[in-house]
């Protein structure tokens, strides 16, 4: 059965228009400024335009250089290669993971800054990924399948911090692979890309609880992080300029 995907309730907010882009396995959620309503048609044609571009940049330099899909670890690009693929190899070169680790949040990322130069508000979601640009307050709320935390709390992101990436791995739910056991590793970084990319690095060193310390020591290891939250059973860890607010 298809993932229902009812975090996405979580990005909904009055003021906002949410439409959805499904592309082969890319599955986009995005919630924009609802005074551009009547422009909503021209701004679905552009994101379906975004999603399609960025996919076949993808997938025609895996055509070409398969490794760069299936590598575990850092993988050096051409310096013609499109500028999305140059995105997904310095982030996985910074945090030493392989470069599709940062596939979800770079699209996401990319189609979100593109959309921000003519919508002031845009929010957009892929697998748990997401971009962020706002001239208002928002929470963004924590998806984990433990009763105790999903759907109560959230991150509240200022205006001013944005655009800004938040970017989650599990180990224990979803479909993205992790070599780790973390509930959920989630970090925060200007970069959706780097974000991502780091979300799959921290959750790779979490398996037990007493891996929560060297998973955020990692986290403020790296250029460009701003914030990292880390769930494992019972226990909870967090670092950064980031603030924990219920919903």
Not at 61 to 87: G, L, Q, T
Not at 106 to 128: C, K, Y
Not at 200 to 228: Q, W, Y
């Given at each position: 059965m298809e993932d229902q995907r009812t975090y996405r309730e979580l990005f909904k907010s009055k003021d906002l228009v949410s439409f959805r882009v499904h592309q082969k396995e890319t599955d986009i959620y995005v919630a924009v400024d609802g005074r551009k309503k009547g422009n909503l048609k021209s701004i679905i044609d552009k994101t379906e335009k975004l999603?399609?571009?960025?996919?076949?940049?993808?997938?025609?330099?895996i055509r070409n250089y398969p490794i760069f899909e299936v590598s575990f670890r850092p993988v050096v690009v051409d310096s013609d290669a499109p500028e999305i693929i140059k995105d997904m190899a310095r982030a996985a070169l910074l945090v030493n993971v392989g470069p599709f680790a940062s596939v979800a949040g770079a699209i996401a990322g990319a189609v979100g800054r593109e959309l921000s130069e003519e919508v002031s508000d845009v929010i957009v979601e892929n697998g748990?990924?997401?971009?962020i640009k706002s001239t208002r307050l928002r929470k963004v709320g924590i998806y984990c399948e433990r009763d105790e935390v999903s759907n109560r709390i959230g991150l509240e992101v200022y205006p001013e911090d944005t655009p800004l990436g938040i970017c989650a791995s599990s180990g224990t739910q979803g479909h993205s692979f992790s070599f780790g056991r973390a509930d959920l590793a989630v970090a925060i970084s200007n970069s959706t890309t780097l974000a991502d990319a780091c979300a799959t690095a921290v959750g790779n060193l979490i398996k037990e609880k007493k891996d929560i310390s060297k998973g955020i020591d990692f986290a403020r290891s790296i250029e460009g992080i701003k914030g990292v939250v880390i769930i494992k059973d019972d226990q909870f860890g967090l670092w950064g300029d980031?603030?924990?607010?219920s919903i």
């Amino acid at each position: 059965m298809e993932d229902q995907r009812t975090y996405r309730e979580l990005f909904k907010s009055k003021d906002l228009v949410s439409f959805r882009v499904h592309q082969k396995e890319t599955d986009i959620y995005v919630a924009v400024d609802g005074r551009k309503k009547g422009n909503l048609k021209s701004i679905i044609d552009k994101t379906e335009k975004l999603v399609g571009d960025y996919r076949r940049d993808i997938e025609n330099y895996i055509r070409n250089y398969p490794i760069f899909e299936v590598s575990f670890r850092p993988v050096v690009v051409d310096s013609d290669a499109p500028e999305i693929i140059k995105d997904m190899a310095r982030a996985a070169l910074l945090v030493n993971v392989g470069p599709f680790a940062s596939v979800a949040g770079a699209i996401a990322g990319a189609v979100g800054r593109e959309l921000s130069e003519e919508v002031s508000d845009v929010i957009v979601e892929n697998g748990g990924d997401v971009f962020i640009k706002s001239t208002r307050l928002r929470k963004v709320g924590i998806y984990c399948e433990r009763d105790e935390v999903s759907n109560r709390i959230g991150l509240e992101v200022y205006p001013e911090d944005t655009p800004l990436g938040i970017c989650a791995s599990s180990g224990t739910q979803g479909h993205s692979f992790s070599f780790g056991r973390a509930d959920l590793a989630v970090a925060i970084s200007n970069s959706t890309t780097l974000a991502d990319a780091c979300a799959t690095a921290v959750g790779n060193l979490i398996k037990e609880k007493k891996d929560i310390s060297k998973g955020i020591d990692f986290a403020r290891s790296i250029e460009g992080i701003k914030g990292v939250v880390i769930i494992k059973d019972d226990q909870f860890g967090l670092w950064g300029d980031i603030r924990i607010v219920s919903i």
